[in-house]
């Protein structure tokens, strides 16, 4: 929000530049574990070349949505992530170092460490700091605002609607409204966010939001892109609670230019389709793999369900929820603390306990990936947590990962993306 997708996506950034590139899916588990890489206070124990900041994020968020306090020096792992310009990369191996032309700063980790540091900072050791640390990734994201009004995984890319929703998410985490964040050319984050939208009358995919444009600038529908979108539309992220009234998601064309809520409920009537077949979203076949291939698709999942909730659409993502119970567990203890915090964020979505999500205690297993937290002040979550219902957090988002040209192959994250 989410997710595995972004540290996919980071991967790709780095290794091919292209204008297109469509959301892999977070399915596969993480890279070989490699405990001698990992600092401490980091959560996991993978490589984080990819995810550190973003999987670090999210198991704030989960952890302060639940009234869970990290440990300091958790929280200081993430403060000497930044950069001086207020930035972060996906993970900084030597963060003595200075940050320079050669830092692949990341506007997801950005986004996400700005909603993690806003939700810790109240109950953190130096609570100016790491508000100062979340505003100053706030005013680098502004900095580097495309043109269009979106956003870019790196900056000086083509705006792409997973980036775009995970920083209107830090924007409206952190009590800023989205639609005041304008461009030079005067242009909002959801001017550009409905340039992916889908229209209702699209035979494949009415009502979803794409990743990008393909190279012929065709809109190609993808959940992990909708999920994020359509919290982003309804200005909210991945920490958002299920609304009132329950309301079934239908796609509407308008006869002017559609709201960001309109397009939102559009995405939202998109996911419960797709996950009406089955009960659960499929990761997208990869290029040459052979028909009937795909796999539960786990993160995407999770997302889909918090969008849904988000909508009002309870009663459609009832189902997806029970299957990520029944199923999820053996997922989320392969791809760690990033995984735990999705399934966090899905269960307090449909107002479920996280300490009983199916046979799993999710925040149990999540404070186990790291440092111990503090103990339980009994407190509600920091704003920006626990009171997104009128701002945004992936998305979904998380999570997540792109397929760049020919595709990279499957990788851990939300993206998440």
């Not at 229209?199 to 600038?217: I, M, S, V």
């Not at 997208?284 to 849904?308: C, F, I, K, Q, S």
Request: some cysteine.
């Amino acid at each position: 929000m989410i997710s595995v997708r972004r540290a996919a996506a980071a991967l790709a950034a780095g290794a091919v530049l292209s204008t297109t590139a469509a959301t892999v899916a977070a399915a596969a588990p993480s890279p070989t574990p490699s405990p001698a890489k990992v600092p401490a206070g980091l959560y996991g124990t993978t490589d984080p070349t990819y995810d550190g900041v973003w999987r670090q994020s999210l198991a704030f968020l989960a952890q302060r949505g639940s009234g869970i306090q990290p440990a300091d020096r958790a929280v200081d792992w993430l403060l000497g992530q930044q950069c001086a310009n207020g930035a972060f990369a996906s993970y900084r191996p030597d963060p003595a170092t200075a940050c320079d032309t050669k830092t692949m700063l990341d506007s997801n980790a950005t986004a996400v460490a700005v909603q993690a540091l806003d939700a810790v900072k109240r109950q953190s050791a130096d609570p100016a700091k790491a508000e100062k640390a979340a505003k100053a990734g706030a005013a680098w994201l502004k900095s580097v605002q495309n043109k269009d009004g979106g956003w870019s995984f790196t900056p000086g890319g083509p705006s792409d609607a997973n980036s775009t929703s995970i920083v209107i998410g830090a924007f409206a985490a952190t009590g800023e409204q989205p639609g005041g964040v304008k461009s030079a050319d005067g242009k909002t984050p959801y001017d550009a966010l409905l340039t992916f939208a889908l229209p209702c009358t699209e035979k494949d995919g009415a009502g979803a939001f794409a990743y990008q444009p393909d190279k012929a600038g065709k809109l190609l529908a993808n959940a992990d892109a909708t999920a994020a979108a359509t919290l982003a539309g309804l200005g909210k992220g991945i920490t958002a609670r299920g609304a009132q009234p329950q309301q079934r998601p239908v796609c509407t064309d308008p006869s002017a230019k559609p709201t960001p809520e309109r397009a939102a409920l559009n995405g939202a009537s998109y996911l419960a389709a797709q996950l009406a077949r089955t009960g659960h979203l499929d990761t997208p076949p990869m290029p040459g793999a052979a028909a009937g291939a795909a796999l539960p698709d786990y993160g995407n999942t999770a997302d889909a369900v918090v969008a849904l909730a988000a909508a009002g659409a309870r009663k459609e993502a009832t189902a997806p929820l029970a299957w990520l119970e029944k199923n999820a567990a053996d997922w989320a203890k392969a791809s760690g603390p990033a995984a735990y915090a999705q399934l966090v964020f899905a269960a307090h979505a449909m107002d479920t306990d996280p300490r009983s999500f199916g046979s799993t205690d999710l925040l149990e297993q999540l404070n186990a990936t790291g440092p111990a937290p503090k103990a339980p002040d009994n407190s509600q979550a920091s704003a920006g947590a626990g009171e997104d219902e009128g701002g945004f957090d992936l998305w979904w988002i998380i999570g997540i990962g792109t397929v760049v040209g020919v595709g990279i192959g499957f990788l851990l994250s939300g993206r998440k993306k």
